[in-house]
């Protein structure tokens, strides 16, 4: 698929890259090239051959801990060169599964080759989405770009920016700025191709200025959990609403100073959690799964007991130290019950047999599972369907092995894809796809340490 006319792009030139390098990049003939004496003039050979499987293993049979310094650092270029090969032989594989863009929104609801890409790639659904819009796109618009791929000269983070910024572009602006931009590309950073990105995408789209306007409605508020206790909230919009809010949270900052005490920082964060708790609580806060939006805490009884201090869990969004969930449980939090298996990691048996999911079974599937249990899927299961895997009208239970916290495009692939799955006693869940792919999801381990650890 790559192999087509590259356009106006052409491959880096001997000046060019005698600025990274003293070496040209002759074809690769498929026949492994000599090997030198020295071991750092193996490295040179290879850097003498354009990408190709007969070079690829004359590198990878380098002995690198034997190498010098500069050996080793144009080996490591050389590698770098060689997983933009390879990415671009990913695309075009991708490409081939996938097939081309859907003709209609029918049919995009019957493909499902996102789905094997996914249990193939070992990434997200939502993650293969985006590795078949790239591998699409190198192969019939962004062509030039596949071919500087396979020759090593753009990187795969280069490719994904100008697949990104060119992506709702019409093709002949997209090759414009493709043909701007990769001419140096191969010696250019990643931060410093972006720039030229961006500049070529200014000069040469006809819409920049009415799309720099339209940004203003790209709002984005996310949550980022990080490994240490704490979460960051990212807050993107139109500025005079995050001018409104920022001086919002400064008049309550300052009115709090004698009350709450802390930094001005502290007491903004206190005024955003004061009112997440007034809204959570009012009658219409809208429910999933019969549940209202809950913090759950996990914590074993011999950390609450102060015993130990194993650091507790916020279910799908990160640890808490012991003190943090202990003093939570003393200032009037509600306490569950959710008992752990020492040996597993995972949350012991629950049963029921009532048809409709109740909110006790649906917060043990959400804490035993944590995300939605299919492959590699980051949803969380707190938004996920709860599927009986066998259905309700072919008497199947309502229990813990018969219902899966499922997210919906999983879901559609069992019921429309052709894929199936089956669950073990203990919570493993193991999918087959149409083609005969597996892959096992586990319940979420919730062990602070290793088994026998005090």
Known sequence: ?????????????????ASIGDWDF???DGETPSIPAGLDEWVHEAQLCAPGLATLGLLTATPFELLSEEGRSLSLRRMTEYAAYVEGLKAELTALIAGPVPASLHEARDDFSAHEIAVATKSSVYAADRQIALARDLVSVLRATGAAM?????????????????????????????ARVLRRA???????FKASLARAAAALDPDFVKRSKEARAEVEV????????????????????????????????????????????????????????????????????????TVNVVIDLATLFGLRNHPAEI?????????????????????????????????????????TVPPDLADYLIAKNVTSAAPH???????????????????????????????????????????RYRKREDGAVIWTSP????????????????????
């Open 222 to 293: 996310t949550h980022t959990a990080f490994g240490d206790g704490v979460g960051q909230l990212y807050v993107r919009g139109p500025l005079e609403i995050t001018t409104a809010i920022h001086m919002a949270l400064t008049a309550y900052a300052a009115k709090t100073k004698d009350s709450l005490g802390g930094t001005v920082d502290q007491r903004k964060l206190a005024a955003v959690r004061d009112w997440a708790e007034i809204d959570l609580a009012s009658a219409d806060t809208p429910s999933h799964h019969r549940r209202l939006p």
């Open 26 to 28: 002759p074809a690769d």
């Open 377 to 419: 899927s980051t949803v969380d299961s707190r938004l996920a369907d709860m599927e009986h895997n066998i259905p309700h009208d072919q008497r199947g239970p309502t229990d813990p092995i018969n219902v899966t916290p499922v997210d919906r495009r999983w879901h559609r692939s069992k019921t429309h894809g052709r894929w």
């Open 435 to 454: 083609t005969g792919l597996t892959c096992q999801v586990d319940p979420y381990d919730y062990r602070t340490a290793p088994v026998g650890s005090s």
């Open 150 to 178: 396979r020759a090593g000269d753009v990187t795969a983070a280069q490719a994904l920016a100008l697949h990104d910024t060119t992506g709702q572009l019409p093709v002949e602006v997209a090759r414009a700025i493709e």
């Open 315 to 355: 279910p799908g969004v990160g640890p808490l130290p012991a003190d943090a969930a202990r003093w939570l449980l003393a200032d009037g939090a509600p306490l569950r019950r959710l008992i752990i298996d020492p040996l597993t990691g995972h949350l012991l048996d629950y049963d029921t047999s009532t048809y």
């Open 186 to 192: 191969a010696i250019q950073s990643l931060r410093n």
């Open 1 to 17: 698929m790559f192999e087509v006319d590259p356009g106006e792009w052409e491959a880096i030139s001997a000046d060019d890259r």
